[in-house]
């Protein structure tokens, strides 16, 4: 599976790639959507460092950014190959979960859950204007339904395809109709973005390699 698996690599480019056009292209003078680099949750989740050390590290992005200006913060995890999200929808003051592979998640990552979840108030605390420490802590956790053609390998391409749908509004069920079609269009959207400043060549050898009958794809 791990061959298979969407690399932190190609994540990491996307926390930049697509913040940066949230930023400046959809959302211009509307609240803000940040996806975070998949380092905070692997730090959170592998504890070398304090709250307060992670979340000044890693929540440069939002520094300065006031509680009531953003909207949501996207935090994609990688735990033993199998890629999952956490949402922070600030509007809506909840937390709501992606999982393609569990039906319940939040009963599957109940403990990581909540590591991430008091990790995440410490950044906000350290970070963002107007927060007041322990609210999120209070509020309620739902999940997206993945429903629709899903395997056990392109998590980490429903990850980020449900996460760029639900950048402007949160859905109940992100529907997923072809897995091929999925993934091709993630790369050449991330591809030939204007804000992109990765060649093919790199994002390619980011993505997992599928194995088709005429052979490689070179796609997820």
Known sequence: MASQCVSSGYVRMASFLY??????????????????????????LEPRDSNYIIGTKYGKVLKNISFNSLATVFVPVLVKEHWWGVCFDIKGKAIRLIDSIFKNPAEKHADNLNDLVNAMDTMFEVNVPGYQTGTMRNWRTEFINIAGNVDNKSCGVIMLSCMKACAPRFVAQYEVHDLVKLRTTLMLDDLLSEYNDVTYAILEAMLPRARTRGGSSGLP
């Open 19 to 44: 913040t940066k056009v949230w930023r400046v292209k959809e959302f211009v003078g509307k609240s803000e959507r940040v996806l975070l680099t998949p380092d905070f949750a692997l730090r959170v």
